[in-house]
């Protein structure tokens, strides 16, 4: 039994839920291994574990705003914590702790407890792993391969009566590559993980992940370089989601929209802001993905939340504070990065709906243009919508046949905008997985979406 299940005594930090509008105790264990294997040889094994309890208190204040008080700890000692949650609750009024409430427990199925597996045989995945990619691909100048597993045990209790309990167990496992062929240089990249154990990793999969990143490298090297100007874009399913998740789903964030840093998109709730074919929803609900959780870190149920509804906005992603500042129940996505950090709205599984189109007769129907198979990194200001997206893999099209792949592509424009022009939305769904950073703090996600057609979008590349 791990320390933060053995503290789990409801009378022991009650004390600590007697002020405020509202009072939460978090408490996070957890325990992580990170390997990379770099220029042929193990470069780098960490492994780390941390344990500790958040306290944070809240008074709604004039004018719908929040004062949060908060404060952070290591381990697990009711007595110092109910010493800090004292000081915290300095001139707030005080009230009678709620009765202790059942447990809820959850933990989703792991077959193999990436704890279990010996480092060697880890290491040793990894150095096979490089040895057959190098002797398969003799182009590639550089192989980076990397695995990183977290098993994690957190706990809520609330002034509500929440009083929740979560193991949760993630495995991801990524490759990166560098070709050359004269003075071009090319990279390719595959990422594979989720919301399970070592079981993620067996079989072919981190073989097919690392082969799929060396063709894409290689076929490269001879692709002609994009043409730069305006045409439409298709985006595939296989690009995974990194389009919905960096514009318009940070801005839909209700922190965000509070602050007055997406202003394209507040005070719209039940107005168009997208295409109607276009509905998206977060849904950590989802069985196995890596931003899936049954519980929030403020002790929330996780549930979907539909965002836009055909093209119209529905809502917005909360957390406690934003939801109080709002004059509404938050919806389940309040996340942090650990103990020591205050919750914030965050997006988990974040997905634009399947809908009505036949992907390959949207491809058919592209008499020029740029289809988008992979997306790469990309920058968006939320303020203004405005984003730059890499282009890992594109192929360019015309008279709806594919005709080449190009490089050195990547896609600018404004997201408020994209998502009002999309005009076709195809029945099938790819997905995309990362580590989502803000305000200094890291949370696993995933995101997705189906073949998209824009109309007309600008691609960067050179003449």
């Known amino acids: 039994m791990s320390r933060a299940a053995a503290a789990l005594r409801w009378d022991d930090w009650a004390p600590c839920l007697a002020a405020g509008d509202h009072a939460e105790v978090f408490l996070d264990e957890g325990r992580s291994l990170s390997l990379s294997y770099e220029d042929g040889r193990l470069s780098e094994a960490a492994e780390s574990s941390d344990a500790g309890t958040g306290l944070r208190l ?9 004062e949060t008080r908060f404060g952070s700890a290591t381990g697990f000692d009711p007595a110092a914590a109910r010493d800090m949650a004292a000081r915290l609750a300095a001139g707030l009024p005080r009230r009678r702790p709620p009765a202790a409430p059942a447990l809820e427990s959850s933990a989703p199925p792991v077959r193999i407890r990436p704890c279990e597996v010996p480092l060697r045989e880890k290491a040793d995945l990894l150095a096979a792993l490089d040895k057959a990619l190098r002797a398969e691909f003799p182009l590639l100048t550089q192989v980076q391969l990397s695995l990183a597993e977290r098993e994690r ?59 799929r990143a060396a063709v894409l490298a290689t076929r490269k090297l001879t692709a002609p370089v994009a043409r730069p100007g305006e045409f439409p874009v298709v985006l595939a399913a296989s690009a995974g989601g990194t389009f919905v998740h960096e514009a318009i789903g940070h801005s839909l964030e209700a922190d965000h929209i509070q602050e007055g840093t997406s202003p394209a998109f507040a005070g719209k709730s039940g107005r168009r802001v997208a295409s109607p074919k276009l509905t998206i929803i977060d849904d950590p609900t989802l069985p ?18 539909t965002l836009v509804a055909e093209g119209v906005l529905r809502g917005y992603l909360h957390d406690r504070v934003s939801a109080l500042r709002a004059g509404s129940a938050p919806n389940g996505h309040g996340r942090r990065q650990s103990y020591r950090c205050r919750p914030i709205p965050r997006m988990s599984n974040i997905y634009i709906a399947p809908g009505p189109d036949d992907p390959v007769r949207i491809l058919r129907e592209l008499k020029e243009g740029l289809l988008v198979t992979r997306m790469g990194g990309g920058e968006v200001n939320t303020a203004t919508g405005e984003f730059v ?38 029945w099938d769904i790819g997905w995309g997985l990362g580590t989502c950073g803000k305000q200094g703090q890291g949370v696993p996600v995933s995101d997705g979406q189906p073949t998209v057609r824009i109309p007309k979008l600008l691609i960067g590349g050179r003449s």
Request: proline share 4%.
């Open 288 to 305: 196995f993905a890596r931003g899936s959780y049954a519980f929030d870190d403020e002790g929330c149920p996780a549930r979907p939340v």
């Open 389 to 426: 997206f890499g282009v890992d893999e594109g192929w360019w099209v015309s008279d709806g046949t594919v005709r080449h792949m190009v490089r050195d592509a990547n896609i600018l424009g404004s997201g408020p905008e994209v998502l009002r022009s999309i005009d076709r939305v195809g």
């Open 153 to 211: 045990t957190l706990a809520v209790l609330d002034s509500a009566g929440s009083f929740r309990r979560a193991e949760r167990t993630t495995v991801v496992f990524f490759v990166s590559v560098t070709a050359a062929k004269g003075a071009v240089l090319q990279t390719g990249s595959e990422v594979i993980g989720g919301l399970k154990g070592w079981e993620l990793l067996e079989g072919g999969a981190p073989w097919a992940a690392c082969r």
């Open 58 to 66: 809240l008074r709604r204040a004039p004018g719908r705003r929040v």
